[in-house]
């Protein structure tokens, strides 16, 4: 087949999908690309913000790469009088605002062509059969294959009740040789115990291949690539460990406020949102040992042995800090403290700020502690995770030549400026042996010309192609919690909660938290 002709791939389901040229892929790329084969993806949720910043623009820029089959069909659930032009008018918009690839007519065209909506309340049994019916047409008409993924990005309250309705609608069966699939949005629970719940009832409609549970963390290239910093050269694996690290600091600030969320977020707080799922996530790959294989079953074995081996210091008001955001100045505008915040009860102790000391107990990390913090309204966005190493046991200079001397360090920028930094000493030029840090910096704006595909392009098209190795398992989410738990329950114990400036670096008990172990968090 020529250039300009369809190209034909085996997908993991086995089957050769046609896909249609791309003028938008790079002709010289010989690799084929991981295609989705035919399906629906049925979106619970659309009129939330996720689906309208992320999933929507996602399937469209899938959809631009060449990554959906021609039938491909999106169907919208929700409790809205829409017609299916108006959710298509929906998705247009938002495509159009929050889309990373270019808009291509063409390509719009086509997918909006299987775009559907069906309206209905996650409590009626007749929406769902409508549903039902809705997508039988749909293998008819757009040869889906009575293949069909559920992402449920609605409030965690309603999950059990949409996987019963699936159940009973026959959503949930497999017919011969298609398959079934459910994606969970985070949070995963609010803690040990309703983690577990919610696992048991999802486990009652669908078996775990079939449960893909998202921590959109995992999708980012920069995360992965830590798995391929770590696993694919030999130059970093004879430091990694307590012989050379001196401790591990992990950061993801933020620099936006809760916006439109107060309903999810008050109660939640930044601990349960982020270091739950995102940082301890970031902690597992940074920490595991090596897995034998990219197989879901390698890495996640690997990534749930290290969380197991997970420990909080026994006195939790010296191992963790939190803190609420005041009123103060962002990037120029006056902005609200939490409490002002619209939906937010005055007297909320809601933590939008969490930092936690955590310890490894294991051969290569004993003694090395992992820093976690996480807060909103912080001076500037940024996620990275920092590998501090330990000083040199001896240096032969003196000691103003060697003032200005920090620990040497690896830092993995996770967003926004993605890359990895190494710091290390050099001398400065002139005639005193004056040694000073310097950065060795890699971009990846620079070292490669393709820009990184969001986060939930990758992973829905792992959900419709089969492929969990990015999605965390059960086991992780509940040795997530285990470590969490007590953190939380020791602050719903505590009357009060430390403000900071919004603009600033965090409260100051988090700083305290450094200094009693002689350290100081990286500069944000
Ligand atoms: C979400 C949290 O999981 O991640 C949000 O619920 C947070 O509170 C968001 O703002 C940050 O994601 P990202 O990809 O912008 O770092």
Redesign the pocket.
């Known amino acids: 087949m020529g250039r300009n002709g369809p190209r034909h791939d085996a997908g993991r389901e086995g089957r050769h999908v046609t896909i249609a040229h791309n003028p938008l892929r790079d002709p010289r790329d010989k690799r084929l690309p991981r295609v989705a084969g035919p399906c629906v993806l049925v979106l619970f949720g659309v009129t939330g913000d996720l689906s309208r910043k992320k999933l929507l623009p996602a399937i469209y820029d899938l959809a631009n790469r060449g990554l959906l089959p021609p039938g491909f069909s999106l169907v919208g659930f929700a409790r809205r009088a829409w017609e299916h032009e108006d959710f298509r008018q929906i998705a247009y918009d938002s495509v159009k605002q929050y889309a990373r690839t270019p808009f291509r007519e063409d390509v719009w065209r086509h997918l909006a062509e299987g775009i559907h909506f069906v309206p209905g309340e996650f409590s009626d049994p007749g929406a769902f059969e409508a549903l039902a019916m809705a997508l039988k047409e749909l293998d008819q008409t757009r040869g889906t294959g009575g293949n069909y993924a559920f992402y449920l990005s609605i409030p965690p309250k309603f999950f059990p009740q949409v996987v019963e309705q699936l159940q009973s609608a026959g959503l949930a069966d497999r017919s011969e040789g298609a398959w079934r699939r459910v994606v969970i949005e ?2 995963f629970g609010h803690d040990l115990a309703s983690a577990i719940e919610l696992n048991d009832t999802v486990h009652r409609v669908f078996p775990e291949e079939s449960i893909f549970r998202i ?3 995992l999708g ?1 290239e920069t995360v992965q690539n830590i798995l391929a910093l770590r696993f694919a050269n030999e130059m970093f694996e004879p430091i990694w460990n307590r012989s050379y690290v001196d401790h591990v600091q992990i950061t ?1 600030a ?1 620099d ?1 406020g ?1 916006g439109g ?1 107060a309903g ?2 008050d109660g939640i707080g ?1 601990a349960r ?2 270091i739950q ?2 940082l301890l996530q970031l902690l597992a790959l940074t920490a595991m040992e090596p897995p034998t294989s990219f197989s879901a079953e390698a890495v996640r074995a690997e990534k749930a042995k290290v969380l197991s081996a997970v420990r909080i210091p026994s006195d939790l008001s010296l191992a963790t800090a939190r803190g609420q955001y005041a009123a103060g100045w962002q990037g120029g505008v006056k902005v609200r403290g939490y409490l002002e915040e619209e939906g937010i009860p005055a007297d909320s102790r809601t933590e939008t700020y969490a930092a936690v000391k955590l310890e490894i107990g294991n051969r290569r990390w004993a003694g090395v502690p992992f820093y976690l913090r996480t807060g ?1 309204r912080l001076s500037r ?1 940024v ?1 990275e995770v920092a590998v501090l190493f330990q000083r040199a046991p001896h240096l032969p200079f003196s000691e103003t030549d060697t003032e200005e001397l920090g620990q040497n360090a690896l830092v993995i920028r ?2 926004p400026d993605e890359g990895i930094t190494v710091r290390f000493g050099s001398k400065v030029p002139g005639s005193s042996m004056e040694v000073r840090d310097v950065n060795m910096d890699f971009a990846y704006g620079e070292s490669f010309t393709e820009s990184s595909p969001e ?1 939930y392009e990758r992973l829905l098209l792992d959900v419709l192609i089969g492929d969990p190795p990015l999605f965390p398992r059960q086991e992780e989410v509940e040795l997530s919690w285990r470590i969490l738990d007590p953190v939380v329950e020791h602050w719903s114990r505590q009357r009060r909660i430390d403000q900071y400036k919004s603009g600033g670096y965090g409260p100051d008990s988090a700083d305290e938290l450094m200094a009693r172990d002689g350290r100081a968090w990286r500069r944000l």
Do not use: C
């Open positions: 985070k949070p921590d959109h963390y980012k993801m933020e936006i809760i969320r999810y977020y930044a949102d982020v799922n995102h909103k966005r996620t996770v967003q986060a």
